[in-house]
């Protein structure tokens, strides 16, 4: 089931209406298990493809949603690029939801909505999950304020991205229950580089001691 809010119909006497592009906005750091549920969810109720939107930064919001959204969007809650969760979906998605996902960045609405109409022009209908998250109920409202029409697939949730996070940043094995394992390899790959980075500025620090002291 899902619940869908869309925009008042228009007269018998219009054109005949396009089909709107469906657009599934999100952050995904990093995509995990409960992003890719939904994804296969919105593709089971859609005729058509689907529309990702990695958000990236796209400047401030002074409306009460931007302000609640900049704390999603704070450094520390976003460390993967663009094009490095990008490349981490595009691992995870199936073969036949691959063929149906075009993976797009997108600034984030509530700061560039020219921007967001300008890049997907006529009807477009936004997939918001309904897994009773305030932030999301709170997103819901901002696009049906704007007469823009939304679906709302229903999902029980099962984590959510500052738990993988966590999980991430202290290598617990557990991560690989809450992410795809495609998801998995690619950060295991990831963490280890920046393991390695850091033990090379480590070294480098340790052997610059080293020197200062032998030059004393």
């Known amino acids: 089931p899902c619940c869908t809010a869309r925009a008042p119909a228009r007269s018998s006497h219009s054109l005949p209406r396009m089909e709107p592009i469906a657009i599934f906005p999100g952050r995904m750091q990093p995509p995990h298990n409960d992003h890719l549920a939904l994804i296969e969810r919105a593709l089971g109720l859609l005729r058509g493809p689907l529309v990702v939107a990695l958000l990236v930064e796209g400047g401030r919001a002074s409306d009460p949603f931007g302000r609640d959204a900049a ?4 450094r520390a809650r976003n460390p993967f690029t663009f094009l490095q969760r990008a490349a981490m979906l595009d691992a ?3 073969r036949d939801a691959r063929a149906r996902v075009r993976i797009v960045p997108l600034p984030r609405p509530e700061c560039a909505w ?3 109409v300008a890049a997907f022009p006529g009807p477009r209908l936004w997939v918001v999950p309904d897994a009773g998250d305030p932030f999301d109920e ?3 409202a901002w696009f049906t304020a704007r007469a823009e029409a939304v679906a709302r697939p229903r999902v029980v949730p099962t ?3 500052r738990h993988v996070r966590a999980l991430l940043a202290r290598g617990d094995p ?11 390899y690619w950060l295991d790959a990831w963490h280890h580089e920046i393991e390695s980075e850091a033990e090379k500025r480590r070294h480098e620090a340790a052997r610059r001691t080293s020197w200062e002291h032998e030059r004393e």
């Open 71 to 74: 704390e999603h969007h704070q």
């Open 92 to 94: 995870a998605l199936s």
């Open 114 to 116: 020219d921007v967001c």
């Open 138 to 140: 709170a997103k819901a």
């Open 159 to 161: 984590t959510d991205g």
């Open 174 to 184: 557990e991560l690989r229950r809450h992410v795809p394992a495609p998801v998995a």
